[in-house]
T-cell receptor, first 110, second 113 residues
Framework: AQRVTQPEKLLSVFKGAPVELKCNYSYSGSPELFWYVQYSRQRLQLLLRHISRESIKGFTADLNKGETSFHLKKPFAQEEDSAMYYCALREIQGAQKLVFGQGTRLTINP | DGGITQSPKYLFRKEGQNVTLSCEQNLNHDAMYWYRQDPGQGLRLIYYSQIVNDFQKGDIAEGYSVSREKKESFPLTVTSAQKNPTAFYLC????????????FGPGTRLTVT
């Protein structure tokens, strides 16, 4: 069964420090990986997806099939990055449903 | 104003009562989804629908029911059979096709006492 694991429920870093939110997955086929973010009092929204290979708000994430990971990174954290982050996986074949990780609450301290 | 709406924002019910949560979208999306969000457990899929008049169970469908009579609407009924119904419920929608982004509603917080 496919599964997404985010080992850190809470992560706290200082402004300007590097940030890495961990995500590991288990899936027998070729998955699509996403990061969703929920800022305070806002809706859950897509941050980035691995197939786009893009940087959004300074965040990047590389799919590492060997380590089955999709860690989210930002070299210099900003206070506005404080939010709840969810890693999600979708099968490339089959139903268009997502499997979400448990989420990591990121707090950026001034 | 386009988007996905859920109503009401807060809902209170007595144990043993069925309750229906509304989800409407005007994005012309084919697919719609219901998730349950609990602290420390992330989002878990309850039901999803990829086309009108068709829907499939997700990972935690027991005690829930849905209908998809219109493209725009995907109501979720929390029945009295759901053992732990108090939660935050999120509805989402997406286009059909490769790598569709899911757009989420604001959520409904249901409290059953």
């Amino acid at each position: 069964a496919q599964r997404v694991t985010q080992p850190e429920k809470l992560l706290s870093v200082f402004k300007g420090a590097p940030v890495e939110l961990k995500c590991n997955y288990s899936y027998s086929g070729s998955p699509e990986l996403f990061w969703y973010v929920q800022y305070s009092r806002q809706r859950l929204q897509l941050l980035l997806r691995h197939i786009s290979r893009e940087s959004i708000k300074g965040f990047t994430a590389d799919l590492n099939k060997g380590e089955t990971s999709f860690h989210l990174k930002k070299p210099f954290a900003q206070e506005e990055d404080s939010a709840m982050y969810y890693c999600a996986l979708r099968e490339i074949q089959g139903a268009q449903k997502l499997v979400f990780g448990q989420g990591t609450r990121l707090t950026i301290n001034p | 104003d386009g988007g996905i709406t859920q109503s009401p924002k807060y809902l209170f019910r007595k144990e043993g009562q069925n309750v229906t949560l509304s989800c409407e979208q005007n994005l012309n999306h084919d697919a719609m989804y219901w998730y349950r969000q609990d602290p420390g457990q992330g989002l878990r899929l309850i039901y999803y629908s990829q086309i009108v008049n068709d829907f499939q169970k997700g990972d935690i469908a027991e005690g829930y029911s849905v209908s998809r009579e219109k493209k725009e609407s995907f109501p979720l009924t929390v029945t009295s059979a759901q053992k732990n119904p108090t939660a935050f419920y999120l509805c989402a929608s997406s286009i059909a096709g490769v790598s569709p982004e899911q757009y989420f509603g604001p959520g409904t917080r249901l409290t059953v006492t």
